[in-house]
């Protein structure tokens, strides 16, 4: 199952704060962040795997749909909301689809960026993943 | 001055991306991240400076302003692309004002969370930060 973790949000009259780092809201220490956004006209995107990077996921705005597919979880999720987060483990091939237009997605990672560490060929990853 | 350094846009068809996690784009180690959003009524937000934690802000939606006050820098900067970033370093009055309601910033720092780290006095603040 993709399971979203609903994170902590400090609300009072000004809006909203939701603030990770400790070990229980994000299980790996953070070596890069990114943000995608103007997905405009509803592309597909992601569409592959890490080899060994955990991914946390968190819809900051507007909304998109992630699906996984790899060993340690399958299945699919609607991100909608600026408090809830999605784990996407190593090995997991990633697909992010109907985002809308104010989408931002916001995501976590515990490695640096390696061009080698993705898996780009469905079929290829299919053969490393096979039990 | 509050300068704001222009962050590498990835841009195609379907849409754009942001990443940062090198040092050029971070200098520091993130520790934590956190985003606020829901300033529908436009509250002043911060108010406050910290110790010893460095800050980059990066609006990912929408718009705000910040204005800084300290030795190291001062100024005001109008928050409105995801592909730019403000440092705000540690011993700096930190104000948000001019929220759009659409508004998700989105702060990188290199501490965890500890109150023992905020000054919310001005008056302390300033008498700290003096020459």
């Known amino acids: 199952m993709a399971e979203l973790t609903r994170l902590t949000r400090h609300s009072d009259a000004r809006g909203h704060l939701v603030s990770v780092g400790a070990s229980a ?8 962040v990114f943000w995608i956004y103007g997905n405009t006209a509803r592309f597909t995107r992601a569409e592959h795997a890490s080899r060994g990077t955990t991914q946390m996921l968190v819809c900051v705005a507007g909304s998109c749909r992630a699906t996984l597919d790899g060993p340690a979880v399958s299945g699919t999720a609607l991100l909608d909301r600026p408090d809830a987060s999605l784990l996407v483990p190593p090995m997991t091939w990633l697909v992010l689809t ?8 916001l995501v976590l990672t515990d490695t ?19 039990p």
């Open 112 to 130: 640096l960026y390696d061009p080698a560490d993705t898996i780009s060929d469905l079929d290829h990853f299919r053969a490393l993943a096979a």
């Open 25 to 32: 809201e994000v299980p790996f220490s953070i070596r890069r």
């Open 98 to 105: 109907e985002f809308s237009p104010d989408c931002v997605l």
